[in-house]
């Protein structure tokens, strides 16, 4: 994470910020941050346009981009990636009128299209678990569009006028892998009935996708442009009002010296705050990161670190991600050492879906290289053995278990500092109200 550097000029007074401007200017970032990893986010993902007299900013909205592979070791651009789904991504621009999209057949397999808007908030979704495995035709519009949905489709009413899709197809190992790809290219983004907006739609990118939040006069252009484009709920506008003091504004072009300078600071200040804040703790080493259903509400903190640290993740009724980055003792987790997970009988994960655990480099958030080739392990992983009475016991380490049940059961680790990610798709209400027991991360003595 790039820490927010500001010149000494801007702390000379009379230019520089009061303390009460500074803490006004924090509330403000907390709730422009997601606006901004947004923008981040859609120069990433957002198919680039090709051709000679593209320039660099030039992307594609209402159009897909398509992973035809897990990811794996070799991928580095996503953080934490899942090795179970192939992704699929689109931006959608509404501001030219609604769109369709339109899914095939996915039967039995899990899928699911999850809608953000551009705060973040996971507000719909397409997929096995709300719409079903049929095909179908999705009618999607903008907060300000009025009308019928055509017949025979769907419709789905959108917050804001900007909307990330983030696509997941479950992959039932490599064989399985040209059916998944061929269902992607099953996914069409159209243009609605009556409609004029181009398809897809040529759009500008707001900034480079490695840019971090630092320096303040980008961060209120790129939100101040957010926010005008993408209105807020009316329950923000009230506090909106009060951050126009600090350069927060749908119509605010440039900072004065003091402007700057608390912003500079709150930048600074927030994003040391979120990287070190605590996620929920769930005892035995896990925690909770993410708590979230269809939107954040005004719980504009949690919003921020779940921008900041984990942005595209979906609620919790979709998908739970759990996640471990200590034993149960407390100590970091570190694959040169051996850690053992035991589900007893009848503890088993209770879920509509699936689940799957997988282990991540804690330096860099990816997947690390290993002897088998096996990054993640799940309720879908062949050969797997149970204990005589049942219960399920899975070794985690970079070191192969001697004892050949463990060994059938092993999810290698990087040889250093790591995390492990605990996905629960669909999960059942013990998991969702918390009643679950989480089996402790153990490590193995002697």
Avoid: K
């Avoid at 079903?132 to 035709?137: L, P, R, S, V």
């Avoid at 004029?196 to 840019?211: G, K, N, S």
């Amino acid at each position: 994470m790039n820490t927010p550097t500001v010149s000494s000029a801007s702390f000379v007074e009379p230019a520089a910020a009061s303390a009460d401007l500074v803490d006004l200017a924090v509330e403000a970032a907390q709730f422009a941050l997601p606006l901004y990893e947004m923008a981040r986010m859609l120069s990433a993902t957002c198919p680039r346009v090709e051709g000679h007299d593209a320039d660099a900013t030039a992307r594609w909205a209402n159009a897909w981009l398509h992973t035809r592979q897990l990811l794996g070791p070799q991928h580095r651009r996503v953080v934490t990636p899942n090795n179970d789904t192939l992704y699929s991504s689109a931006w959608l621009d509404l501001r030219g009128g609604p769109l369709v999209i339109r899914v095939p057949a996915m039967h039995s397999r899990y899928y699911v299209l999850g809608l953000l808007d551009m705060y973040t908030n996971p507000f719909g979704y397409i997929g096995s678990r709300t719409t079903g495995g049929e095909a179908g035709a999705f009618f999607v519009h903008g907060p300000t569009w009025r009308g019928e949905a055509p017949a025979g489709m769907r419709s789905l009413a959108c917050p804001t006028d900007t909307v990330w899709v983030i696509g997941r197809i479950l992959v039932d190992g490599a064989d399985d892998l040209a059916a998944a790809v061929l269902l992607q290219d099953q996914l069409s983004i159209e243009r609605a009935p009556g409609g004029t907006a181009p398809v897809p739609t040529r759009i500008d990118a707001w900034l480079p996708p490695q840019e971090r939040p630092g320096d303040a006069a980008r961060f209120a252009q790129v939100v101040n442009r957010a926010l005008t484009e993408n209105p807020p709920p009316a329950a923000a506008m009230t506090s909106l009002a009060r951050w126009r003091a600090c350069g927060i504004g749908a119509d605010i072009a440039t900072l004065d010296a003091a402007q700057t300078d608390a912003l500079a600071r709150a930048i600074a200040q927030l994003t040391r705050e979120l990287a070190s804040a605590p996620p929920l703790a769930l005892g035995g080493g896990w925690a909770l990161p993410v708590d979230v259903r269809e939107t954040f509400g005004d719980d504009y903190r949690e919003r921020a670190q779940v921008a900041l640290s984990y942005i595209g993740a979906l609620g919790i009724e979709e998908a739970m991600y759990i996640t471990a980055d200590c034993d149960d003792d407390g100590a970091l987790l570190d694959g040169r050492e051996s850690y053992v997970l035991h589900f007893a009988p009848g503890q088993a994960l209770q879920v509509e879906a699936f689940w799957s655990l997988t282990a991540y480099e804690r330096a860099t958030c990816m997947l690390a290289e290993n002897a088998i080739g096996r990054y993640s392990l799940g309720d879908r992983t062949r050969g797997l053995r149970l204990d005589d009475d049942g219960g399920l016991r899975i070794a985690i380490s970079a070191n192969e278990p001697a004892d050949p049940v463990l060994r059938a059961n092993w999810l290698p680790a990087p040889p250093e500092r790591f995390y492990l990610a605990l996905r629960l798709y669909v999960p059942r209400a013990v998991h969702l109200e918390g009643r679950y027991a989480y089996p402790p991360v153990e490590r193995q003595r002697g």
